[in-house]
Nanobody, 125 residues
Framework: QVQLVESGGGLVQAGGSLRLSCAAS????????MGWFRQAPGKEREFVAA????????YYGDSVKGRFTISRDNIKNTVYLQMNSLESEDTAVYSC??????????????????WGQGTQVTVSS
């Protein structure tokens, strides 16, 4: 049974930073691309970032490029999202997910088969 548990969310002022963590259990963590998505109230789920199993390849949504950094530790079975220069528009529930092996589109939520419960990030202006 694959489980993903996010942590690190909270309330931060605009311009501040947060680091989210997603601890995975079950399955062979190191072979899967992992992703972060977010969903704000009344909005569709949005792709934030993804990282290949080895960690060599990373991908970002346009709205977070240059501000957010995704990384992973395949010993600790954990993926991270470092968020800097936070803006009020970054307020959302952030969820990590594991991409299925036979899906090529890392930016589509439908490519991911396991999801965490999400962690709330609130940025005050």
């Amino acid at each position: 049974q694959v489980q993903l548990v996010e942590s690190g969310g909270g309330l931060v002022q605009a311009g501040g930073s947060l680091r989210l963590s997603c601890a995975a259990s079950g399955g062979s963590f190191r072979i899967y691309t992992m992703g972060w998505f977010r969903q704000a109230p009344g909005k569709e789920r949005e792709f934030v970032a993804a990282i290949s199993g080895s960690g060599r390849n990373t991908y970002y949504g346009d709205s977070v490029k240059g501000r957010f950094t995704i990384s992973r530790d395949n010993i600790k079975n954990t993926v991270y999202l470092q968020m800097n220069s936070l803006e009020s528009e970054d307020t959302a529930v952030y969820s990590c997910a594991r991409k299925s092996l036979n899906s090529a589109n890392y930016g589509a939520s439908t490519s991911y088969d396991y999801w965490g419960q999400g962690t709330q990030v609130t940025v005050s202006s």
